[in-house]
């Protein structure tokens, strides 16, 4: 394997800075690369064939997870994945002005989220569908967003699900304080402490807030799990782009524990954030987990990724579903028969009948919302704005017009 | 879990004492910080140094290092984690050491700070307060004089304040740190430790509400408006008006966003003339927007056109240039000749 360590080793006998650091764009990519096929440093449980493997450091993390637990995590992937090709078929129809999918992020979204305890909080980007399901926000609260009717509709604190997050890294800061706040309080430090969990992609690494929020979780002891969904493209731009290291290797630098784990191996996902949580929790925070996965669709629709990736590559890793590989491994086990794959089937089919109904219905805002919110206390300069323009939009009202 | 209230000076000192603005600021800190727990202070050097123009002074000792926070070196992130504490119920005070290393912080400021509470529909508050010294004077290097309150009065979903002498200064910030929404408290910096300021402070009795421009000395001949150092400016003019036996009238305008333009407009209908005053650079500023509402607010009452005096549409110079950018006694004076004569 390349390694900065070889890229940077001087020859014997010469200087320390006899070799420039100056890997080959090949040498970068194997190295970015190189668990990706079940190396050692890379955590899984099921195979993409759907065999459970042993991983010692994580089974005892998810012993409790029996034939109906797996048949759950893999109704909750099935059923995120249905809303998401459905909210797809909806901007394609007109009927939201954007969507972003979510389509093979199924396993690391649901592992992570099912990881969560409810005393938990979560920070998401603006991908995380699935993590939002399993904070118990429904679905639909999701769609305003995407019809750009409102900005977030959720409560935020009963969920524990903190508004999406659109200015790549900002959220990373944003759940650094509010997991400090979770230490302050003296809420960490036993099996019912808190800890906070923050999602980003691959991208967001690049950025100076994800580098600070590393710096900050670190120097505060924060219960804080950084939670980094590599689905190896920021829009165009590949890993290679954005880092020289693997990127869970960089939690070293910072002074706490980084691990990669298959992010299309939802029982790996899950084991791997329980551990990281139940770290956090008891004082042992922050913690960085890459979860190694792949954006099977677009960035957004807007995106066409025809333009900058090979159709290969997307087929390579149709082969590493994360859906398919548990229902394998509850067919061949067993643990469900084919009226439990119908039933899920019907389920999510119903689900997203019922997303696709709320849309088509769902009334347009009324232009006095515009004013509404921008101020916890009033601010007579907005007010005495909104009064105008209210007054006079009812000018054509009275007219006949509006 | 938090700790108890300490005791303080606070506890024996006299409801009125002769304070600075510096000293005026730290002791409403204290009182903000002993009235409410969930009040913490964070920034660079702001523990055992007190920060680096003391305002902070003596605050870690007594509070401790988990309500003074001294946090590593960089402005994205104090408001960033500031934002998510204020998100976990407490309410944040960061200090930026000076107005010109506030950049690193102004994606926070404006992509989080200022809009989650209209993105979550006003599910999330975020009552974080931002320190800011600001302002020229102070013979100092590049960064350390600037007026960049404009820009975050662009910003909606801020509140922007400015506090001009002891006894607002005390009173403004605890104002600010109970509000609700995020305030952006500019400090006249060049006027910390400016002992001609020095001034008795009632500490039992608040001072008018936070959103409020005040009318600091009456006058029948022109009004000036200010905010911040230049408030001081302005008073001295109309001293010095007053000797050629010309009445100015002074505002100190308090609040930058919301602007309270109400007492200025009644004093424009008085007086007919308005020159408003700032270190700030002229171009689309607090003083345009000032001349904007002024012009469309008083236009018949007004016998000379809104007049600025203003810091110079350049980067801030080197400081042996300043009193050529600062606008002082005689271009405010100068103004008002020229409003006068119109």
């Known amino acids: ?402 | 879990m938090m700790a108890a209230p300490v005791k303080s000076e606070m506890d024996v000192r006299s409801p009125v004492q002769s304070l600075t603005i510096g000293k005026a600021l730290n002791l409403g800190l204290r009182a903000a910080m002993e009235a409410d727990d969930k009040v913490i202070v964070l920034g660079e050097d702001v523990g055992k140094l007190g920060g680096v123009f003391r305002i902070t002074d003596g605050l870690q000792k007594d509070f401790g290092e988990q309500r003074v926070l001294d946090t590593p070196l960089a402005e994205s992130g104090i408001i960033g984690t500031a934002v998510g504490l204020a998100v976990r119920g407490f309410r944040p005070v960061c200090e930026i050491q000076f107005e010109g290393f506030i950049f690193p912080g102004f994606d926070q400021i404006s992509s989080q700070l200022a809009k989650l509470h209209y993105r979550s529909q006003g599910r999330v508050k975020v009552p974080v307060v931002v320190r800011v010294p600001y302002g020229g004077g102070i013979g100092a290097v590049e960064h350390h004089s600037e007026s960049p309150e404009s820009l975050f009065a662009h910003i909606a979903g801020l509140k922007v304040v400015s506090c001009s002498n002891p006894a607002d200064a005390y009173w403004m910030i605890q104002q600010a740190i109970s509000c609700d929404d995020p305030v952006l408290f500019f400090e006249p910096k060049r006027l910390y430790h400016n002992g001609q300021l020095k001034s008795e402070v009632d500490t039992a009795n608040p001072v008018g509400p936070l959103f409020a421009s005040r009318v600091l000395r009456q006058g029948t001949d022109a009004t000036l408006v200010a905010y911040g150092p230049s408030v001081k400016v302005c008073l001295d003019a109309a001293t010095a008006a007053a000797e050629e036996g010309r009445s100015l009238e002074v505002i100190d305008l308090r609040t930058i966003s919301p602007l309270d333009l109400g007492p200025v407009f009644e004093s424009v209908r008085r007086t007919g003339r308005l020159v408003a005053v700032s270190e700030a650079s002229s171009e689309s500023s607090v003083t345009s927007e000032i001349a904007a509402r002024v012009q469309q607010e008083c236009f018949y009452s007004l016998e000379a056109p809104v007049l600025r005096v203003t810091g110079f549409d350049t980067p801030y110079p080197p400081s042996k240039l300043e009193e050529h950018f600062l606008p002082d006694l005689d271009r405010v004076l100068h103004a008002v000749d020229r409003s006068l004569g119109w």
């Open chain 1, 1 to 402: 394997m390349s390694s900065p360590e070889q890229w940077t080793h001087p020859e014997p006998g010469e200087g320390p800075a006899a070799r420039a650091a100056q890997p080959s764009r090949e040498q970068v990519i194997a190295g970015l690369r190189a668990t990706s096929e079940g190396g050692a440093e890379l955590t899984q449980l099921l195979t993409p064939e759907g065999e459970r493997v042993p991983a010692p450091l994580f089974d005892s993390y998810v012993q409790d997870i029996d034939g109906a637990a797996l048949r759950g995590l893999y109704r909750d992937m099935v059923l995120v994945r249905r809303a998401d090709r459905e909210a797809n078929a909806m901007q394609r129809q007109g009927q939201l002005g954007i969507w972003v999918p979510l389509l093979g992020q199924e396993a690391a979204q649901i592992g992570s989220g099912r990881a969560l305890k409810p005393q938990d909080m979560a920070f998401p980007s603006y991908r995380e569908h699935g993590v939002a399901y399993t904070r118990g926000v429904d679905f639909r609260e999701l769609l305003g967003i995407f019809r750009c009717t409102d900005h977030g509709g959720w409560d935020f604190n009963a969920h524990r699900f903190h508004p999406y997050t659109i200015v790549i890294g900002n959220q990373v800061l944003n759940a650094a304080g509010y997991a400090m706040g979770q230490k302050f309080e003296g809420r960490v430090g036993d099996d019912d402490g808190e800890a906070t969990i923050v999602y980003f992609g691959d991208g967001a690494t690049s950025q100076g807030d994800v580098h600070e929020g590393f710096v900050w979780a670190a120097v505060y002891d924060a219960p804080l799990v950084f939670f980094c969904q590599n689905n190896q493209w920021a829009i165009s731009e590949p890993t290679e782009r954005q880092s020289r290291l693997p990127l869970y290797q960089r939690a070293r630098g910072y002074g706490f524990p980084g691990i990669r784990v298959d992010g299309n191996d939802v029982l790996a996902c899950l084991a791997v954030t329980r551990w990281a949580l139940e770290e956090c929790r008891h004082g042992n925070g922050p913690v960085l987990i890459e979860a190694f996965t792949y954006r099977m669709d677009a960035h957004t629709t807007t995106d066409d990724p025809t333009r900058y990736r090979l159709s290969d590559e997307l087929e390579a890793w149709k082969l590493k579903d994360p859906i398919e590989r548990v229902r394998v491994h509850l067919a061949r086990g067993g643990l469900a028969d084919q009226s439990f794959f119908d039933q899920v089937q019907a389920d999510a089919d119903a689900f997203a009948a019922d997303l696709r109904e709320f849309t088509f219905n769902m009334p347009e805002p009324p232009p006095e919302r515009v004013f509404d919110n921008v101020y916890a206390e009033p601010s007579p300069v907005l007010e005495a704005q909104r009064e105008e323009y209210l007054s006079y939009l009812d000018g054509f009202a009275t007219a006949g017009e509006r």
